[in-house]
C-alpha cells in the first residue's frame, strides 16, 4: 500500500472536518470557534494541493474531494454563521444567507469545468467570500456593542451582503490567486494585484493593533480589500486580456 499517494486526500479531508466542526460550533453559539475551524480549513485547503505536487500524488478523486470540502468549509459553514449572526425578525430575511451556499456549489462547479481559471480566478474564489462571511460573524459576536453588531441586527445588511457575494461568486470578473506556484506564470496585472492587496493586509494589521480592536477585523478588512482590489483592477485586466488575444491572433496569421 503506497501510503504517500494517501496524504493530500488526507489533509483535504481535514479540511472538510474543519468545516463539520465549524458548523456544529456555530449552532451551539460560538461562531468565534467556528471562524477559527474555518481558518484551519484554510490551511489545510491550501497545503493539500502543495503536497499533492510535492509528492506527485495528484489524483481525480483528490479534485473532486477538494471541491467536496471547499463546499462544506468555505459554503455551508459561512452561510450557517450569518444565518446565526442574522438579527431579522422575518423568517425570509434570516435564512436569506442560506442561499450562499446554493452560489458556493454553483462556483466550486464552474471552477471545475473552466478551463480558463488556473493561473487566477473568474469571479469570487469561495475562501475568500467565506472569510468576509467569518470574521464579520466572529467580529460582531465579540464586539456586539459595534456599529457592525447594529447593522447586522438590522433587517436588510446580511441578506445584501448575502446577494452581493454570491453575484461576486458567479461573475466574470479577473480575481488574483493567493497560491503561487504549480507551473503557472503569473500576469503583471495579477503581481501588481498581490503587491496592493499585501499592503492593505499589513495596513490592516497595523490598524487594529494600533486602535487594540478585535484580530478579526484584521482578516475582514484584508478580504473585503482583496474584493475591492480585484473590482477597480477588473477593467484593466479585461484590457490586458484583449491585448494578449490579439497579439495571438497576429501570430498565428
Keep these: 500500500m503506497n501510503i504517500r499517494k494517501h496524504i493530500p486526500d488526507s489533509i483535504t479531508s481535514m479540511n472538510l472536518l474543519c468545516g463539520v466542526v465549524g458548523v456544529i460550533l456555530t449552532l451551539k453559539g460560538r461562531p468565534d470557534l467556528g471562524f477559527v475551524c474555518m481558518i484551519l480549513g484554510a490551511v489545510f485547503d491550501f497545503f493539500d494541493g502543495f503536497a499533492a505536487r510535492l509528492l506527485k ?78 470574521s464579520l460573524a466572529c467580529f460582531v459576536f465579540s464586539v456586539p456593542d459595534s456599529f457592525l453588531a447594529s447593522w447586522c441586527e438590522g433587517p436588510f445588511f446580511l441578506p445584501v451582503l448575502s446577494v452581493v457575494l454570491s453575484l461576486l461568486l458567479v461573475s466574470e470578473i479577473p480575481m488574483f490567486s493567493m497560491k503561487f506556484g504549480g507551473g503557472n506564470k503569473s500576469s503583471r496585472m495579477e503581481n501588481v494585484k498581490r503587491v496592493v492587496f499585501a499592503v492593505v493586509a499589513l495596513a490592516s494589521v497595523l490598524l487594529v493593533a494600533l486602535t487594540h480592536r478585535h484580530w478579526s477585523l484584521i482578516v475582514l478588512a484584508a478580504f473585503t480589500g482583496y474584493i475591492l482590489i480585484n473590482l477597480a483592477f477588473a477593467p484593466f485586466c479585461h484590457s490586458e486580456r484583449n491585448a494578449c488575444h490579439s497579439e495571438r491572433s497576429e501570430e498565428s496569421k
Design 57 to 134: 500524488a495528484s489524483s481525480g478523486i483528490g479534485k473532486e474531494l477538494d471541491s467536496l470540502a471547499d463546499m462544506v468549509s468555505f459554503g455551508v459553514l459561512p452561510s450557517v454563521m450569518l444565518f446565526y449572526s442574522s438579527g431579522a425578525n422575518s423568517l425570509i430575511l434570516k435564512y436569506f444567507p442560506i442561499i450562499l451556499a446554493a452560489f458556493s456549489a454553483l462556483r466550486l462547479a464552474k471552477f471545475n469545468l473552466d478551463e480558463r481559471q488556473h493561473a487566477s480566478f473568474l469571479g469570487l474564489p469561495t475562501p475568500a467570500s467565506a472569510m468576509v462571511c467569518g
